[in-house]
């Protein structure tokens, strides 16, 4: 198992940014896909695929709804990726979850069924 822990969100207005990082300890970090999902506050909503990123950083995917706008990337020598948020509208309002891939044979973790630990969550917030 690998242990999460999510940080950099919070308040911004509608056109800002902010970077998200996910420290990882326990199992080899730098051999499992990564993967960002994110939870709105609507009730019922289901945890949506954000970005993801193979282990050697040779792959790197998005949802329609942020491409161009947000950048998975990882750091291997400090166990921690990232998710930079550019141009942030109302509607990235939700709740961001890191996730590492069950098995190292998992490439690309966009379904959540792809992903074996999760963090506890960050809350980012984009006022209008």
């Known amino acids: 198992q690998v242990q999460l822990v999510e940080s950099g969100g919070g308040l911004v207005q509608a056109g800002g940014s902010l970077r998200l990082s996910c420290a990882a300890s326990?199992?080899?970090?730098?051999?499992?896909?990564m993967g960002w999902f994110r939870q709105a506050p609507e009730k019922g909503r289901e945890r949506e695929f954000v970005?993801?990123?193979?282990?050697?950083?040779?792959?790197?995917y998005y949802a329609d709804s942020v491409k161009g706008r947000f950048t998975i990337s990882r750091d291997s020598a400090k166990n921690t990726v990232y998710l930079q948020m550019n141009s942030l509208k109302p509607e990235d309002t939700a709740v961001y979850y890191c996730?590492?891939?069950?098995?190292?044979?998992?490439?690309?973790?966009?379904?959540?069924?792809?992903?074996?630990?999760w963090g506890q969550g960050t809350q980012v917030t984009v006022s209008s």
């Open positions: 996730a590492a891939a069950a098995y190292q044979g998992v490439l690309a973790p966009t379904q959540s069924t792809d992903l074996g630990s």
């Open positions: 326990g199992r080899t970090f730098s051999s499992y896909a």
């Open positions: 970005a993801a990123i193979r282990w050697n950083s040779a792959g790197k």
